[in-house]
């Protein structure tokens, strides 16, 4: 019975947080709402493996991004391949006036644009605010390659952005 | 590469918060003396907050009470597959265990309770056989049965 307490806790706890991470992974509301799903009842049947004295955000999404990485690679619709750098911006001004406008829309579209991979990090640094060891955990994959595939997104996104201004 | 530049490809990083303290303090030191460093730091970080703000897409109620419940079927099926597991161990060391037991029980009251039956099973070997063919009869059947529910189970989920 405290077992099943915990879980469903743990639901209502990151319900937001979660679907939010897997919308922005996968785009598609019905494929976040199935991987939701799909992440609790893998959650269930693993919680006997997950070592308490790690963290549990980073296990659950670590959890979510197999399961969501595994659905684009069957799907195939986007590569997951890490894309090439793209010039940094060469006008700061254009920035400081997007900056200077309501744009939440305008950010959320531009970063919908960006390759899965660089939606993931953005998502899992700003919103989650996971620490880079843990987004490192979450995607498996070492640090430095992390933090180069952050500044890779952000420089990404700033130009996405200055191109719609 | 000159400290204007190498401090430039840190900028986004440190808005971000993802820096080491010493890369933090070099990055903060040179925008302090550097202008355009200072508002491209400023830049940066603007856009940071920008993405830490951005509206949270609620997970409709529907689909976490849908979750809920599929999460309490699958702890009752796990519990159940352990309470199976627990059984299956049970009957397998109980059909052991009778194979073994039978050999001593057989030789102690051979002389004695079995004489009086007078039939073949008075011979060791054969009550031996008879007996842990049952065992592990009865252990059979009862895996083939935990099998198949567990596959049921597996197949409602």
């Known amino acids: 019975m405290a077992e099943e307490d915990s879980l469903v ?157 | 590469m000159s400290e204007h530049q190498t401090v430039g490809e840190l900028l986004a990083l440190a808005a971000a918060g993802v820096l080491t303290a010493g890369e933090q303090r070099r990055v903060e030191d040179h925008a302090r003396a550097c202008e355009a460093c200072a508002r491209q730091l400023e830049a940066w970080r603007a856009l940071s907050g920008e993405l830490r703000r951005l509206p949270t897409p609620a997970a409709p109620a529907e689909l976490v009470a849908r979750t809920r419940a599929r999460v309490f079927e699958e702890l009752a099926a796990a519990a159940e597959r352990r309470w199976d ?14 194979g073994v037991a039978v050999w001593a029980i057989v030789r102690l009251v051979n002389n004695g309770l079995l004489a009086l039956l007078d039939a073949r099973f008075t011979e060791p070997v054969i009550w031996l056989t008879a007996s842990s063919v049952l065992a592990w009869l009865t252990a059979g059947v009862v895996a083939v049965l935990v099998g198949h529910r567990r596959r049921m189970t597996w197949r409602n989920l």
Not at chain 1, 16 to 26: A, E, F, G, I, K
Not at chain 1, 27 to 40: G, K, M, N, S, V
Not at chain 1, 67 to 85: G, K, N, T, V, Y
């Open chain 2, 85 to 98: 597991d627990a059984v299956l161990v049970f009957l397998s060391l109980f059909a052991w265990t009778v």
């Open chain 1, 9 to 165: 806790t743990l639901v209502t706890r990151y319900q937001h947080r979660l679907y939010r991470y897997l919308l922005r992974l996968v785009r598609d509301p019905a494929t976040a709402e199935d991987l939701f799903q799909q992440t609790w009842l893998r959650v269930v049947q693993n919680i006997r493996r997950y070592d308490a004295l790690r963290s549990f955000e980073a296990w659950l999404f670590s959890v979510a991004h197999n399961l969501a990485i595994d659905h684009l690679r069957r799907q195939r619709l986007e590569s997951l391949d890490e894309p090439p750098a793209e010039p940094a911006a060469s006008d700061p001004d254009a920035l400081e006036r997007c900056l200077a406008s309501e744009r939440a829309g305008l950010v959320a579209a531009s970063m919908s644009e960006l390759p899965a991979l660089y939606r993931e990090v953005l998502t899992l640094r700003f919103e989650e605010e996971l620490k880079l060891e843990e987004i490192a955990e979450v995607v498996h994959a070492p640090l430095s390659t992390v933090k180069s595939r952050l500044r890779r997104a952000l420089e990404s996104l700033r130009s996405k952005l200055e191109t719609r201004v």
